[in-house]
């Protein structure tokens, strides 16, 4: 679930996000690279000026989101059963509409933010079920867990005035891990 703070929470409304990610746990360490997305409606019309035409943006036009980036923390707790990880990110974010996107290189499609991202959070994972598999090394752990983070992301730099904000947002997912829980 994504949120949005200040003037971007006036304009958009929040939304859910699809969420995909690649944890490394070594030993205390916690690292993971990260990909999250969705689209935020439009809760106040607009209008702007691009280079080559006039954007009229309606209530419930929607504006793409995507965050892609690194955590990476350390576990106060790594048992054989639940994590507990205070982490800190830094990404690229953007919030964009694609409502005039066109084939041109001019294209007057318009952009809130595409920025660099930074931000704290904390990751908890529950492990629910282990398993083995047989590979071509004999055997192989797994298992199935249930991830959730919570975090806020601060947006360093936007391309309009009309709506600054952060975007804070919590995760709730089901893992399918590989090796040491």
């Known amino acids: 679930m994504i949120f949005t703070t200040k003037d971007l929470s006036k304009n958009f409304s ?14 205390k360490v916690f690292t993971s690279l990260y990909m999250q997305g969705t689209s935020l409606k439009l ?4 209008t702007a000026v691009s280079a080559t035409d006039t954007l009229v943006f309606k209530m419930n036009d929607k504006f793409s989101y995507m965050d892609v ?20 990110s830094v990404s690229g ?3 964009e509409s694609t409502k005039y996107d066109a084939s041109e290189q001019d294209s007057p499609e318009y952009e809130f933010f595409n920025s660099f991202t930074y931000g704290a959070g904390i990751h908890t994972e529950f492990k629910l079920l282990e398993f083995d598999y047989p590979d071509i ?16 992301n601060k947006i360093h730099k936007f ?17 399918m891990g590989f090796g040491q829980f």
């Open 14 to 27: 929040n939304n859910a996000s699809g969420n995909m990610a690649m944890d490394l746990n070594l030993g």
């Open 43 to 46: 809760k106040e019309p607009f």
């Open 69 to 88: 980036g690194l955590k990476g923390g350390y576990f106060i707790i790594r048992s054989d059963r639940f994590h507990l990880a205070p982490y800190v």
């Open 93 to 95: 974010s953007f919030l």
């Open 137 to 152: 090394y004999g055997y192989t752990k797994g298992y199935f867990s249930i991830k959730l983070e919570a975090g806020y």
């Open 159 to 175: 391309k309009d005035s009309y709506a600054k904000g952060d975007t804070p947002y919590i995760v709730c997912a089901l893992v």
